[in-house]
């Protein structure tokens, strides 16, 4: 990470230069006009992860800055949300002075909510006993009095967590609210108000939508609990056990009642949707009942495998989340050919990087 581009006044130029980089990317396509959809300057990431370096008496928060070849301290991280920020040293006022607490911590995960929920992981190299567990009680308890905070133990196969590892993040979305359950260690979105950006969009383009919906690679719903209102019905999959658990936490307590998780992966949902192979996990699902013609697909960095990608093409609108440009690209060379993109999208998740989030809405030809 290069902490020195972190500069709140060159936010625009930056996230301009790649509005440039994407639409140069995409020349060989015929695109509408790229929507943008910007970041918050600073204090826009949900998540941090910190290092922790012990000098002595003192103990500190770093980071490693691949553009200085060096670890940089971090008392404060400008892209963590203000409530990372806050709980920042607070939590290192009480871990310095403590040597049970203190002792081969080696990392702090944070994850955050914009609705002021945050969870703490603190990483050890030791195993933890009792004695750790009464002082991390303890420090909860401290902590509580000003942060809705809980906090996880971790080391070599254990997990101790002072009273739940999960938080529960309330999103505004067209003025509706939806909640999302979120648990340690599982994938979230990162920036949590470029999050809602990406559903309006997603609901915005499908918002005229016919009969049913199916979601590959659906985390923890995601994008599922949003596109709901648009459709008859919708059929998920997502192969991450603690992904789908929290995916059936969302369909509750968000009151969904049309939509349906499947735990598998996309390549085998594809087989079973070709009729190649029966999968214990369909039983008392009714695939040929559903009249899905909008397919939604936010796949891994390395985009979609052939079979997946022809499996999407037999379907008359497709949206496409990407964390990858490159692989894309790939993509849509195959499925250019039978379908046109009519909604195109740069969401700016990770400022300051050259990380580019995009989005396209195909239908068919």
Not at 30 to 55: C, G, N, Q
Not at 280 to 290: F, W
């Amino acid at each position: 990470m290069n902490l020195a581009a972190m500069d709140p006044n060159t936010y625009d130029a930056q996230l301009e230069e790649k509005r440039i980089k994407l639409e140069q990317i995409f020349t060989d396509f015929d695109t509408p006009k790229l929507e943008v959809f910007s970041s918050e300057p600073a204090h826009y990431r949900m998540r941090a992860e910190f290092r922790i370096w012990h000098d002595g008496e003192d103990m500190y928060y770093y980071m490693f800055d691949k553009a200085l070849d060096s670890k940089v301290r971090c008392d404060q991280f400008l892209p963590a949300s203000e409530l990372i920020n806050q709980v920042m040293p607070a939590l290192m006022e009480e871990l310095r002075p403590n040597p049970t607490l203190r002792h081969r911590l080696f990392q702090i995960d944070f994850l955050s909510t914009l609705s002021g929920e945050i969870l703490v992981s603190l990483l050890y190299h030791k195993q933890l006993d009792a004695q750790w567990e009464v002082e991390a009680k303890a420090l909860k308890e401290k902590l509580a009095a000003t942060f809705n905070i809980n906090i996880i133990g971790r080391a070599r196969k254990q997990k101790l967590i002072m009273d739940k590892d999960f938080v529960i993040e309330s999103l505004t979305v067209n003025n509706q609210q939806l909640q999302y359950h979120q648990i340690e260690n599982s994938f979230t979105q990162p920036n949590g108000k470029v999050s809602v950006k990406m559903l309006e969009w997603a609901i915005d383009v499908t918002k005229n939508s016919q009969g049913d919906l199916l979601e590959l690679y659906c985390g923890n719903g995601n994008f599922s609990i949003a596109l709901a209102q648009n459709f008859d019905r919708v059929l998920a999959t997502e192969l991450a056990k603690p992904s789908v658990e929290s995916a059936q936490y969302n369909i509750k307590i968000n009151k969904i009642d049309n939509l349906q998780i499947i735990r598998m992966s996309a390549e085998d949902f594809t087989d079973a949707m070709a009729k190649k192979r029966t999968f214990r996990r369909l039983e008392g699902i009714d695939l040929d009942s559903y009249n899905c013609n909008t397919i939604f697909v936010d796949p891994p960095r390395a985009g979609m495998d052939p079979d997946t990608v022809k499996l999407v093409q037999g379907y008359d609108r497709i949206v496409y989340i990407s964390c990858n440009p490159k692989t894309l690209i790939d993509n849509l060379i195959e499925l250019n050919k039978t379908h046109k993109i009519t909604s195109f999208a740069l969401f700016d998740q990770f400022p300051y990087t050259d990380h580019m989030e995009s989005g396209v809405f195909l239908e068919r030809r």
